[in-house]
């Protein structure tokens, strides 16, 4: 996944609009690296954003979900086998 220096431009687009132009708007997504806003009566509502932003997103939180997994392991504690936290939760595998 390499970054790319460049801005991404965004702008925004009704959903009634870019029902209308829906190819469109994935293109200038995917092809243009535009960020193009979904709204509803004037209000975000959703985002088509290129693959790499959301590349960026998962990135992040799957750094925020390690220094979590980190910051429990360093209180030290008891730890509790799997199946017991399925079984608290009602799942079954």
């Known amino acids: ?7 991404h431009s965004t702008s925004d687009i009704s959903t009634v609009e870019a029902r209308q132009r ?3 708007v994935v293109n200038r997504a995917a092809f243009g690296k ?13 985002a088509v954003v290129p693959v790499e932003d959301l590349q960026l997103i998962r990135a ?3 750094a925020e979900d390690l220094a979590a997994a980190r910051a ?6 008891t ?3 799997l199946d017991d936290v399925l079984k ?4 079954t595998r």
């Open 1 to 7: 996944m390499g970054h790319n220096p460049r801005p």
């Open 22 to 24: 829906f190819s469109e």
């Open 34 to 46: 535009e960020r193009v806003v979904l709204t509803r009566h004037g209000k975000p509502l959703a």
């Open 60 to 62: 992040a939180e799957d």
């Open 72 to 77: 429990a392991l360093a209180e030290g504690g």
């Open 79 to 81: 730890p509790v086998p």
């Open 88 to 91: 608290r939760h009602g799942v």
